[in-house]
């Protein structure tokens, strides 16, 4: 009906109502026997394997939006639930005896599909993203350690300033950047975070 009196402003597509419809449907019979059900949750497995598989510009917006949130900070627990969603999904497809326990044959099969994701020749979302958190945390590491070190810190910082543009200039300027590189390099917050990730 509200479809009816605004054809011009906008119009359901058919499909999406039935699949609405059908998972409504299959919500309501899993709850009816399992209070805790929920139709996301069985799915997920299947979309952890798109996400990762799939290197469409939408898959990758919906990996970012699920690993990130409305943020720039990695959540750990949604790339374990994702690394486990794929696990489950491929345990319960490579055979009878996987999904029953009986043998490795899944989590093999999950191991070596993330593997060629990760290691696939041809650049992919998930590479970049490793990537990305790899040069973060690598980051976060060293100025960590060379703030907590007085033994790297300490001499640079009690070297006095140098450059006075004498005929020295070009000698001491490293020296100088260092020092000016040691105050602006504070391990803050969101460095803490991304420490207790590594």
Known sequence: QMQQENTDVFAIPDYFVYMSRAFATLEGIGLS????????????????KRLLSDDSPRARGALRTLLYGNGNELNLSKLQDLSSGLESYTVSTSSVESSRGESNDGKNAAAEQIASVVFAEESNYVQQLLLRESAIALD???????????????????????????????????????????????????????????
């Open 33 to 48: 026997s399992n209070e805790d059900y929920s139709i996301l949750s069985e799915c997920f497995p299947y979309l952890a």
């Open 140 to 198: 976060a590491v060293v100025r960590n350690e060379l703030f907590s070190s007085p033994l790297l810190a300490a001499p640079i910082q009690s070297l006095p300033l140098l450059s006075s543009g004498g005929s020295f200039n070009p000698f001491t300027l490293p020296l100088d950047v260092a020092r000016a590189m040691l105050e602006l390099q504070v391990v803050d917050d969101v460095d803490e975070q991304r420490l207790s990730n590594v």
